[in-house]
Nanobody, 122 residues
């Protein structure tokens, strides 16, 4: 069974930074890609960033390129999302997901965490 647990969300002023963490169970390594998605109130869940377990490939949504960085630590099976220069429009619930392929569509991801709230004040 794969379990994903997000943490690190909170309230931050515009221009500030947060680092989200996604702690995974061992079997998550069987899944090729780990991704971060977000969902704002009244909006669809959208892709933010993803990384492959072999470190070779990362992918970002255009809206976060240059501001967010996804990384992972094999030693503790954790995936991180460093978020800098946060904007009001980054406010959302952020979800971690595990999937067989590095894609931007939510349908490619089989397992999801419960989400962590990020609120950016303007």
């Amino acid at each position: 069974q794969v379990q994903l647990v997000e943490s690190g969300g909170g309230l931050v002023q515009a221009g500030g930074s947060l680092r989200l963490s996604c702690t995974t169970s061992g079997r998550a390594r069987n899944y090729y890609a780990m991704g971060w998605f977000r969902q704002a109130p009244g909006k669809k869940r959208e892709f933010v960033a993803a990384i492959t377990w072999d470190f070779i490939t990362t992918k970002y949504a255009d809206s976060v390129k240059g501001r967010f960085t996804i990384s992972r630590d094999n030693a503790d099976a954790t995936v991180y999302l460093q978020m800098n220069s946060l904007k009001f429009e980054d406010t959302a619930v952020y979800y971690c997901a595990a999937g067989a392929r590095l894609e931007v569509g939510i349908q490619a991801y089989n397992y999801w965490g419960q989400g962590t709230q990020v609120t950016v004040s303007s």
